[in-house]
């Protein structure tokens, strides 16, 4: 198993605990509790860059990698927008619900849709778009600045950027994937067989 991956599971497991130091936190308000959620996912998000990096460089992107780095990614992000939903006062501000939909939905509508091109075409490539790293990138930002206790007043641009790149970045997948089976033989009406 390469380095790369190796990090990419690390950063699998940091879920589970990094969601227990978040609970613990706004049942409590042990403010030990919020320093170790906030090193936590400061860890996994720049595990990301990281793995990215050592795959890239050292020549290990593998078809492991490919499945469990953006796996990695969602369950850290998806975990983090659901606890952080919640309604936590007076620990920590709340992300707004829509976001966390949004994000839920797009992921949802992804791992679909990926599945269906699987079904449909065996092995498959996704060509990944500076705008759906931006989305990425803007959504780890705002669970590291509610962590870090910036009131949502402070924050309220980038929920409406990440909401934008995310819904962009989603429509984009979708455009890719209807194009793509689109041009497969298999969505092509079948041919009724001739009488004998």
């Known amino acids: 198993m390469t380095v790369a991956n190796q990090i990419t ?6 879920v589970p605990v990094f969601i227990v130091a978040v609970l613990y936190y706004v049942h409590g308000g042990n403010e030990w509790m919020r320093y170790a959620a906030l090193g936590l996912f400061g860890l996994a998000s720049l595990s990301d860059a990281i793995d990215g990096f050592i795959a890239r460089k050292y020549n290990q992107i593998s078809e492991l990698g490919t499945v469990l780095d953006p796996l990695a990614d969602k369950l850290l ?16 501000p709340s992300i707004p619900i ?3 939909a949004l ?10 849709g990926l599945i269906l091109l699987h079904y449909t075409f065996g092995k498959i490539q996704v060509q990944p778009r500076l705008i759906g790293k931006l989305a990425t990138a803007l959504q780890m930002l705002i669970i590291l600045l509610v962590l870090a206790k910036l009131p949502p007043h402070m924050i309220i641009y980038l929920f409406y950027g ?17 194009r793509q ?8 009406p079948i041919q009724p067989k001739d009488k004998e």
């Open 181 to 188: 089976l689109g041009t497969h033989p298999s969505s092509s």
């Open 103 to 112: 994000i839920f939905s797009r992921d949802v509508l992804l791992v679909l």
């Open 77 to 92: 992000l998806i975990s983090g927008y659901i606890v952080l939903s919640l309604d936590n006062d007076p620990y920590l």
């Open 98 to 100: 829509w976001l966390t």
């Open 162 to 178: 990440a909401g934008f790149c995310t819904g962009v970045s989603g429509i984009l997948y979708v455009w890719d994937g209807i």
């Open 9 to 14: 599971i690390l950063r699998i497991l940091i």
